[in-house]
């Protein structure tokens, strides 16, 4: 008769588990926003092309990759309830290697953002702190359905978009620049919402008062959808009115296809919001696109 030996625990994370732990799929978004930035700010390229391509991988495999890390560490008892096979709960990622991880980022992303100069370096120490500050207690706001999703929003969106042009001019943007980024950076609150319906059951278990979970599946959906819907229309406005008509025209078409798109996941949101995160999303962030080289022919 043989006697089974258990497992022992893993001392060392696996190297498959820690790219899991910082998401690559999340990294595009601020990426995105990033080059938008540099498109809007009418710069040319040219030499800058280093800086341009430097801000790229600190706005999303380091500083996006380290929030991932951030919240994963954070979320782990959530994760546990949600997601039982995240790299942390599952114990491919044992120990207190997450933080360790989370941490180490947090310190590159500060090294390389200085490379950015003054302006770079200083939304970089904005982006490390919203990272901390939306996962981490005492702050964890998280917590909160309406300061959580507004902060990833901005720091997803809005930051980068302003760091990519003010990288490239050498100082402030214009103000049309910020006041779109601004925007977009609003209308991601509703994008972060409809990402919550993922981890409804274990949000409502841990007290992480979500949007879906205060208010119900339904009525936040409703909501995230004008979240989504009314800085588009703003930007839309401004765009004809400051001039770039047909760039208005592209942008309002792509926000009639979302909301189309809208009406397909409302009928069942619990359901169908990861479909819109993978079919509106791409039409959001395609005008934001189109924004950028609206504002890029005003200079």
Not at 77 to 82: E, F, K, M, Q, W
Not at 166 to 171: E, M, P, Q, R
Request: glycine share 10%; with cysteine; charged share 10%.
């Amino acid at each position: 008769m043989s006697v089974s030996t258990p497992l022992q625990p893993r001392s060392f994370p696996e190297p498959a588990a820690l790219l899991t732990l910082i998401k690559p799929i999340t990294w595009f978004p601020p990426m995105w926003a990033y080059l938008c930035g540099v498109v809007s700010s009418g710069a040319s390229v040219g030499a800058a092309w280093g800086l341009v391509v430097l801000g790229i991988v600190l706005a999303g495999p380091v500083v996006c990759g380290m929030s991932q890390a951030a919240n994963d560490w954070c979320d782990r008892h959530v994760d546990a309830i949600n997601e039982p096979h995240r790299p942390i709960p599952s114990g491919r990622v044992p120990g207190r290697w997450g933080l360790w991880v989370a941490l180490a980022m947090s310190a590159l992303s500060l090294v390389i953002g200085w490379q950015l100069g003054p302006w770079g370096f200083g939304a970089t120490c904005l982006a490390v702190a919203a990272a901390w500050a939306y996962s981490a207690e005492p702050v964890r706001m998280k917590r909160s359905g309406w300061w959580g999703p507004g902060l990833v929003g901005l720091s997803y969106e809005s930051l980068p978009w302003f760091t990519g042009a003010a990288v490239l001019s050498a100082g402030a943007p214009r103000w049309e620049i910020v006041l779109i980024a601004l925007l977009y950076g609003i209308g991601a609150h509703g994008i972060m919402t409809l990402n919550d319906f993922k981890a409804l059951e274990g949000d409502r278990q841990m007290g992480v008062n979500s949007l879906p979970v205060t208010l119900g599946p339904d009525a936040a959906a409703r909501m995230a959808c004008w979240v989504m819907v009314l800085p588009q229309v703003a930007v839309i406005t401004l765009l004809a009115l400051w001039g770039p008509v047909w760039h208005a025209v592209a942008v309002a078409a792509l926000l009639l296809a979302q909301v189309w798109a809208m009406t397909v996941m409302l009928e069942d949101p619990k359901a169908k919001a990861p479909w819109y995160n993978g079919t509106g999303v791409v039409l959001y962030i395609s005008g934001m696109m189109i924004a950028a080289f609206a504002l890029r022919g005003m200079v």
